[in-house]
C-alpha cells in the first residue's frame, strides 16, 4: 500500500510540474502591449505598425504581443504625448511636432528646405542627431523605439494653382506644426495648426482653403476628394517616432525589450524602403482623381527657399545650442 501511494504521489507531483509549466508559458506568451495609431490602416505607416507588431511576435516567439489601435481610437496625435507621459498607453506614434514645446529643437525635422532629398533623414539620425534627441525625451521620462519617415510635405489648395510664393498670400492653410505654420506666414499665407484627423471636416466646410500634408495622407484621409489643386513642393520632411513610457519599457524583461528594439529597427527600414514608392503610388491615385497638380522647377523651388531662410533663424534662436548643433548636423549631410 505505501509502495502504492509512494507512486500515486510522484504522479501527482509530475501533473503539477506540468500544471504549473503550461500555465507558466501562458502567462508568458500573454505579455501584451498597446500602441496608439492615430492614421487609418490603409496609410503606409500604419502598414509599418503592422510589421512591427510581427516582427514582435516572431522575435518572441509568441510571448510578446503588440496591439495596434488605428484612427485615434486610444488617442488623436494631439493627445497622444500628454497619455504617453502619464502612463495611460504603453506605445504610440508621435508627430515630432507633437514634442516642440517641451523639446523646442525637435522642430528640426519641420525647418524648410534642411532635407535634401528622402535618404537625408537617416543620414542625419545616424549622425548623430537621434542620440542627441534620444537624451532629450529620456529626460521627460519617454524611451524612443524607433523613427518613422513620413515623406515630403505638399500644398494644397481649393482657390488656385500655387506656382510662385506670390500665389499663396491671402489663403487660410491648414498646418501641422508651429514651425510649419511659420514657413506658410512667411509665404504669405494665414496658417491654423490643426490636427490631421480633422483636416477633412475642415476642407470639406470651407474653414480653411488649403492644407499641408504629405500624399500619402492624402490619399488616405481622401483629401483630394475636397481639393482642388496641389504643388509638389517637397519643401518639408514630416518625421514620426514610436514612442514608450520609461516606466512601461522598464516593466519589460531584457529579452523582450531587445525584441521590441530589433523589430523597431526592422520597421523603420521597412518604410525606408517602401516610403518613395508611397509617394508615387499616391500622386498617380491624386492626379488621376481629377486634382489639378502642379511640380515646382527648379527656379521656382529657390524662390520659395529663398521667401522661408528666416524659419532656421527663428528656430535656432528658440533651441540654443541643440538646434544650432541639430542644424549643422543636417547641413554636412551629403
Known amino acids: 500500500m505505501r509502495r502504492n501511494n509512494g507512486r500515486f504521489a510522484g504522479v501527482l507531483a509530475c501533473l503539477m510540474?506540468?500544471?504549473?509549466?503550461?500555465?507558466?508559458?501562458?502567462?508568458?506568451?500573454?505579455?501584451?502591449?498597446?500602441?496608439?495609431?492615430?492614421?487609418?490602416?490603409?496609410?503606409?505607416?500604419?502598414?509599418?505598425?503592422?510589421?512591427?507588431?510581427?516582427?514582435?511576435?516572431?522575435?518572441?516567439?509568441?510571448?510578446?504581443?503588440?496591439?495596434?489601435f488605428d484612427n485615434a481610437q486610444l488617442y488623436r496625435d494631439t493627445e497622444i504625448v500628454e497619455a504617453l507621459l502619464d502612463n495611460l498607453v504603453d506605445t504610440g506614434l508621435v508627430a515630432t511636432n507633437q514634442w516642440s514645446g517641451m523639446v523646442p529643437a525637435i522642430d528640426v525635422f519641420d525647418i524648410p528646405f534642411v532635407f535634401k532629398d528622402?535618404?537625408?533623414?537617416?543620414?542625419?539620425?545616424?549622425?548623430?542627431?537621434?542620440?542627441?534627441?534620444?537624451?532629450?525625451?529620456?529626460?521627460?521620462?519617454?524611451?524612443?523605439?524607433?523613427w518613422v519617415d513620413y515623406g515630403y510635405i505638399q500644398f494644397y489648395n481649393n482657390r488656385r494653382p500655387i506656382r510662385t510664393p506670390a500665389d499663396m498670400r491671402g489663403l487660410t492653410m491648414r498646418s501641422f506644426s508651429a514651425t510649419d505654420a511659420e514657413t506658410l506666414r512667411l509665404l504669405g499665407a494665414a496658417p491654423t495648426v490643426m490636427s490631421s484627423s480633422e483636416m477633412y471636416m475642415a476642407?470639406?466646410?470651407?474653414?480653411?482653403?488649403?492644407?499641408?500634408?504629405?500624399?500619402?495622407?492624402?490619399?488616405?484621409?481622401?483629401?483630394?476628394?475636397?481639393?482642388?489643386?496641389?504643388?509638389?513642393?517637397?519643401?518639408?520632411?514630416?518625421?514620426?517616432?514610436?514612442?514608450?513610457?520609461?516606466?512601461?519599457?522598464?516593466?519589460?524583461?531584457?529579452?523582450?525589450?531587445?525584441?521590441?528594439?530589433?523589430?523597431?529597427?526592422?520597421?523603420?527600414?521597412?518604410?525606408?524602403?517602401?516610403?518613395?514608392?508611397?509617394?508615387?503610388?499616391?500622386?498617380?491615385?491624386?492626379t488621376d482623381s481629377g486634382v489639378e497638380v502642379y511640380i515646382l522647377n527648379d527656379e521656382e523651388r529657390r524662390e520659395f527657399q529663398e521667401m522661408t531662410v528666416p524659419a532656421r533663424d527663428i528656430f535656432t534662436r528658440n533651441t540654443g545650442g541643440l538646434g544650432v548643433r541639430l542644424l549643422e548636423i543636417a547641413d554636412s549631410i551629403d
Open 17 to 68: 510540474a506540468l500544471f504549473f509549466a503550461f500555465f507558466a508559458r501562458d502567462a508568458e506568451a500573454t505579455v501584451m502591449f498597446r500602441l496608439s495609431n492615430q492614421f487609418p490602416g490603409t496609410h503606409l505607416i500604419s502598414r509599418a505598425l503592422v510589421v512591427f507588431a510581427e516582427k514582435v511576435n516572431e522575435y518572441s516567439n509568441g510571448t510578446l504581443e503588440c496591439r495596434i
Open 118 to 146: 528622402l535618404t537625408s533623414i537617416k543620414k542625419f539620425l545616424d549622425a548623430g542627431a537621434a542620440e542627441l534627441l534620444d537624451r532629450e525625451l529620456e529626460a521627460m521620462g519617454i524611451k524612443n523605439l524607433f
Open 203 to 286: 476642407l470639406q466646410r470651407g474653414t480653411v482653403d488649403g492644407a499641408t500634408t504629405g500624399m500619402p495622407a492624402a490619399v488616405s484621409r481622401r483629401i483630394f476628394e475636397v481639393q482642388r489643386y496641389m504643388t509638389v513642393a517637397n519643401y518639408s520632411t514630416a518625421q514620426f517616432v514610436v514612442q514608450g513610457n520609461l516606466a512601461w519599457w522598464s516593466t519589460l524583461s531584457p529579452e523582450h525589450q531587445d525584441v521590441v528594439k530589433r523589430a523597431g529597427l526592422y520597421a523603420e527600414a521597412w518604410i525606408r524602403d517602401n516610403v518613395a514608392e508611397a509617394e508615387s503610388e499616391a500622386q498617380q491615385i491624386i
